[in-house]
């Protein structure tokens, strides 16, 4: 907090702390005690600390006044906001969520949790660049298009559920997606990731034909294999019946055919049987596609006079209020 006009912040704390001695000198100058009962008998006690209620009402007046020459003093909320001066990357993912994804073979994790997980802690680490996000199931569908603003980013990711998109895996289709709507960039690095631990088997566009138009456009391709072969755990709510499913899948992966399509995009393949890899994969791209990132601090001033103005009224003309309507105080 900061003081447009601090001298009246000063003289209002100077106030609170002569008010006390200044009172105290004329008190014991104009006082007068005044037993109250019959002469010789118990003095009038009133039924509570009328000297503790005293005390409280002038407390509550030197916070109102206080409250006064706070106002007065231009009080003033200061914050700091970073302003980015370089663009960053647009960046668009393209999930797998298919069912098979639930398999439990990231360190106890499913592969759909720990993809998530990545793609957040990347989108954190690195708030200057554009991010969007392709879900592909049966069918495919832009989540987010590429932004900076990571609060609608999370918050469609936290949404995300496996199966949603039905259960099949359009890999063609969430490729030409991510494509549609990153061509219209002109940043200076554009990258688009493929997270997926399958085969294309829904949609009618063939992958590898998708992942062609990469180089065309200028965009550095990534294929992230996830997962592992064999019978893995799997557990997951299927988001249209609400069951659970439980068991084991036979996870059929072929990393070959997601090679090929890794290469007919002129792009980079990373294997991720492990949870470590996965990491591993996510840290090597979040490397190769850094940009240059330029920012700079501005201050920003929000005035709060007005709260310590109404505050100081309310306070003073409930004091007084008390002090005559139900005290019966009238100095």
């Known amino acids: 907090m900061a003081f447009e006009h601090p001298f009246f912040a000063i003289a209002g704390i100077l106030a609170l702390i002569t008010l006390p001695f200044l009172s105290r000198l004329m008190k014991d100058a104009l006082a007068i005690d005044v037993p109250l009962g019959p002469p010789g008998g118990t003095p009038f006690k009133p039924p509570y600390s009328f000297s503790l209620f005293m005390k409280a009402l002038r ?6 006044i206080l409250s006064l020459f706070i106002a007065a003093a231009g009080p003033l909320f200061l914050s700091s906001q970073t302003v980015w001066l370089s663009r960053g ?15 439990l073979d990231m360190n ?3 592969r759909f949790d720990a993809s998530k997980a990545l ?6 680490r690195r708030p200057s660049d554009n991010i969007g996000l392709v879900a592909v199931g049966k069918d495919a569908s832009l989540l987010t298009p590429p932004t900076v603003d990571r609060e609608a980013l999370f918050s469609r990711l936290d949404a995300l559920r496996l199966g949603e998109l039905g259960d099949g895996t359009a890999l063609g289709v969430g490729l030409a997606i991510a494509g549609l709507h990153i061509s219209g ?8 990731a493929l997270i997926t631990d399958g085969e294309n088997n829904a949609g009618s566009i063939n992958p590898a034909t998708a ?9 550095n391709f990534w294929v992230i294999a996830v997962g592992s072969s064999g019978e893995i755990p799997i557990d997951y709510i299927d988001p249209f019946t609400k069951l659970r499913r439980t068991g084991f899948f036979e996870s ?5 055919k997601l090679k090929q399509i890794a290469s007919r995009g002129n792009g980079t393949y990373a294997g991720a049987p ?3 890899t996965f990491a591993e994969a996510f840290a090597l791209f979040d490397q190769r596609e850094l940009s240059i990132q330029r920012s700079g601090s501005v201050t920003k001033t929000k005035p709060v006079h007005s709260v310590f103005a109404i505050a100081a009224v309310l306070l003073i003309a409930a004091a007084r209020f008390i002090r005559r309507y139900i005290a019966g105080i009238f100095l």
């Open 185 to 192: 960039s002109n940043a200076a690095k554009k990258a688009v």
């Open 211 to 219: 992942a062609g138009i990469f180089p065309e456009l200028g965009v």
């Open 59 to 64: 407390v509550t007046e030197c916070i109102g």
């Open 108 to 110: 106890n994790k499913s």
């Open 252 to 256: 059929r992966f072929d990393p070959e």
């Open 274 to 276: 492990s949870a470590d």
């Open 89 to 103: 990357a647009d960046i668009i993912f393209v999930l797998d969520i298919s069912p098979s994804m639930a398999c």
């Open 119 to 124: 793609v957040r802690g990347f989108a954190e």
